[in-house]
């Protein structure tokens, strides 16, 4: 196990131009992957017995000039297309693509502001301060499970004015389904032909204009949506003899009142879903969508339970029920969220800046932003550095919760003993995340005395305090 781990941490050592920020990378990814609270760097400190100097380098890595996050997320989808086992529908590789809601307090952290959260659970605020985030992951696993593999998280609001006074930089600019889509398809680009699917937020026109130029570059990717219940769209024109311009839409249709309309024309088919075989009906149609824009798109209208649903899809030769089974596995991004959040602790940073100026909570209308104000190229070059230590800390953490999901999908069957850790209910299949984390935090170091020879080995064992021999890497 230990040894998968080095091969895979060893393939970023041309990301960095300095061996030793490689080094510090590699700490932290490890430390990620055992560590036992969300304290900061310090917890990585006290899992893996490092030097208690080690702080202000680690502190300092993720500003560091040694590394860019381009060449990170480039070696990452390479990884994750060599050594996991990515799912596909028809030879395209499944991409799910959402966005997370992290409430921040710091008042001279970049990029935060006053965030809208629609839920209905009444412990949730409906207005927050925090950060905005489009994650971007990919399907991996085989019948037992699936599970969705993070590939990219990334800052998508309140970041317009900062990113623009980077040289060159042109990125950022759009709204945040833009940004999401133009993320999975550079990470999709490695797969080859990609399915996106996206929750009913990201049905646009702006976001299917943008997948049309993109799709122009090569690499094709259609996506998987659903539709509001006030959609509405047309039937294909009936052709016109005699002058004029020709028809570009046919008759409008409300799309939800086709459930009670059409409803003998709706078929029954047996589908999984979350896991399980389900009965629905459904009624397929390729209708023209988007005012101005008029694409054609499958529409696929389901009854399941008492309940109703409007599905989307770009590619016009999927199967409805296809659409159906690749639309309930979106929710696997929401497992994602969890995993990440609760397990690796990936959302609890606290990167700030002197530079940034405090975050004014109630700002008038006509008044400037205080970001705006600023024209000192330090504080410019301070808060850039900032908002790359806060995206290269959940990179980190996308790498090692990679790494744990691909150590679950190669080991659980044989590698574990069992039982290693209580449950109250044994899983008999694919172990989570925190279960791999458990077992390594308890074995790490024992795995550190059998494979001295290995990189990993070395760098932590450089780094602890007064280790002198193989046998010291034993005491935890």
Known sequence: MLKFIDSVLCQFRPCFSRSAAFEWFAVVVLGLMIRSDYLGITSIIRDLSLNPCCYECLNHFFRSAAWSLEGLLSTWVNVVRNHAPVYRVDGAAVLIGDGIKVPKEGRRMPAVQKLHQESENSSKAPYIFGHLLGAVGVLVGGPTKLSCLPLHLQLQA??????????????????????????????GKSFGKTLLLLDRYFLSVHVLRCLQLLNQAGAKMNIITRAKRSCIAYEKPSYKPGKGRPRKKGAKLKLFELFSDRAEQFKEAAVTLYGKREKVRYLCLDLLWGQGLYQELRFVLVKYN??????????????AT???????????????????????????????????????????????????????????????????????????CCI?????????????????????????????????????????????????????????????????????????????
Not at 158 to 180: N, Y
Not at 312 to 317: F, R
Not at 416 to 444: C, H, N, Q, W
């Open 158 to 187: 309140g970041v317009k004015t900062i990113f623009s006074w980077a040289e060159g930089e042109s990125q950022r600019q759009e709204s945040h389904v833009v940004q999401l889509l133009q993320q999975a398809y550079e990470a």
């Open 306 to 319: 008492g309940r109703y649903a409007i599905l989307v899809s770009t590619d016009l030769t999927l199967a």
């Open 322 to 396: 296809t659409i159906i089974e690749l639309y309930g596995l979106r929710f696997k991004i929401e497992s994602m969220f969890r995993a990440l959040k609760h397990s690796l602790g990936g959302l609890a940073y606290q990167f700030w800046s002197k530079s940034m100026p405090k975050l004014k909570r109630y700002l008038k209308k006509d008044e400037v932003p205080p970001l705006e104000q600023i024209s000192d190229k330090k504080d410019k070059q301070n808060i850039l550095q900032t908002i790359k230590a806060t995206e290269g800390y959940v990179t980190c």
């Open 400 to 476: 090692a919760m990679g790494i744990l999901q691909m150590l679950a999908l190669r080991y659980s069957s044989s590698g574990l003993p069992r039982p290693f850790r209580y449950l109250r209910t044994r899983s008999r299949g694919i172990v989570s995340e925190a279960t791999i984390m458990d077992y390594l935090r308890k074995s790490i170091f024992r795995m550190f005395a059998k494979n001295s020879q290995l990189t990993i080995t070395q760098i932590i064992k450089s780094k602890q305090l007064n280790c002198n021999s193989d046998e010291d890497l034993l005491v935890p």
